[in-house]
């Protein structure tokens, strides 16, 4: 089989660091995006439940004890091999599990791209707290760290990206960093 010419960049890293910035900002130059976290939402929608951090998580764990810790990568297989029928890159936001990347990684027909988006740990508490969707205080961006990394696998797909942007400053210099990398891979804006 030859060798694919399409490309998924997933962007992964702990709750705060910065990965929805780089998704956003590469949405918003054209690039189709599938957010995974997206489809949590919409399952704590579809059961009537308030959007909180809380229902997130109970509705996030219930989604893999029934379909299994990949359950959210099944779901969107689909929509993502749809969207590399027609883009050539496409990005993916916040790749949880080091299984959904294996499955990533077996199923989808194209080169996939990890990026770890990472920010030391106080950054990252002090802009939760701060931001305006789904704020945490820092006890509870200290529990999703951990439930994260024993419940989910979440450090695996961090610890094997192909590149790592350290998110240290300003969301300009990220952007700035992001862009750098896009250019040294080969990933026209």
Known sequence: ???????????????????????????????????FGQIVVDE????????????ERIVREDIRQQGGINAIAQRALQPLQAALDDHDVIIIDGLYGFGEYKLLLQSLEARLVLIAVFTPRHLRYARL?????RPLTEDEARTRDYREIENLE???????ADYTIVNDGTAETLI??????????????
């Open 176 to 189: 700035e960093r992001l862009n750098s990398l896009l250019a040294e891979i080969g990933v026209p804006l």
């Open 129 to 133: 707290t701060t931001r305006e969707e």
């Open 1 to 35: 089989m030859a060798q694919s010419t399409k490309t998924a960049i997933a962007f992964v890293g702990m709750p705060g660091s910065g990965k929805s910035v780089c998704s956003g900002y590469m949405a918003a130059q054209g690039f189709f995006m599938y957010r």
């Open 44 to 55: 704590v929608a579809r059961r009537g439940l308030p959007l909180n951090p809380m229902n």
């Open 154 to 160: 979440k450090g695996g797909p961090i610890a094997i």
